[in-house]
T-cell receptor
Framework: DADVTQTPRNRITKTGKRIMLECSQT?????MYWYRQDPGLGLRLIYYSFDVKDINKGEISDGYSVSRQAQAKFSLSLESAIPNQTALYFC??????????????FGPGTRLTVL | QKEVEQNSGPLSVPEGAIASLNCTYSDRGSQSFFWYRQYSGKSPELIMSIYSNGDKEDGRFTAQLNKASQYVSLLIRDSQPSDSATYLC????????FGAGTRLTVKP
């Protein structure tokens, strides 16, 4: 079984709809992240969480919210989807360690299309 | 604004050659540097991490870091067609920044 799973893998929705993307991991990592990837722009960090009670905004958090339901689960919500949120979304995890080590492991991605 | 810059490519090399991928970053306080490989339609896969100045070798891959020049590179020796992918440079501590990636094609 995959260490980091994302559901759904593909989603098509309409402008204004509320959407939730879910991420689960069995790696036992404390840290979880949400990124979006757009052609030519690379990966951009939306939110990250170091534990259930610690949520931090990333580079592009506007229009998104997150919930860390448990150590293994981190969900991303689009409260009112808009077309420019059409992108490939990745969840990632990393272990809590000393120093600044931050090796991240990615889920398979969710392709979201907002019409 | 913390920036990570990579040449977008495409970079094309013949099979067996050395592929050289480069990355510059703007945040002098960065302590952690990574190279990810991403095949088309797939998720990024970590291939190298480096934290101190100098070279780090792992099989056919060598990562090079020069913090004074704010430069990190990846060398792929004996390039294979299976190395054809987009290579992402990532820099950061808690707040990771990725470059847009360099597309590498290895021709048989």
């Amino acid at each position: 079984d995959a260490d980091v799973t994302q559901t759904p893998r593909n989603r098509i929705t309409k402008t204004g709809k509320r959407i939730m993307l879910e991420c689960s991991q069995t790696k036992g990592h404390d840290r979880m992240y949400w990124y979006r990837q757009d052609p030519g722009l690379g990966l951009r960090l939306i939110y990250y969480s170091f534990d259930v009670k610690d949520i931090n905004k990333g580079e592009i958090s506007d229009g998104y919210s997150v919930s860390r339901q448990a150590q293994a689960k981190f969900s991303l919500s689009l409260e009112s989807a808009i077309p420019n949120q059409t992108a490939l979304y990745f969840c990632a995890t990393s272990a809590l360690g000393t120093g600044d080590y931050n090796e991240q492991f990615f889920g398979p991605g969710t392709r979201l299309t907002v019409l | 604004q913390k920036e990570v810059e990579q040449n977008s490519g495409p970079l094309s090399v013949p099979e067996g050659a050395i592929a050289s991928l480069n990355c510059t970053y703007s945040d002098r306080g960065s302590q952690s540097f990574f190279w990810y490989r991403q095949y088309s339609g797939k998720s990024p896969e970590l291939i190298m991490s480096i934290y101190s100045n100098g070279d780090k070798e792992d099989g056919r891959f060598t990562a090079q870091l020069n913090k004074a020049s704010q430069y990190v590179s990846l060398l792929i020796r004996d390039s294979q067609p299976s190395d054809s992918a987009t290579y992402l440079c990532a820099v950061g501590n808690n707040d990771m920044r990725f470059g847009a990636g360099t597309r590498l094609t290895v021709k048989p």
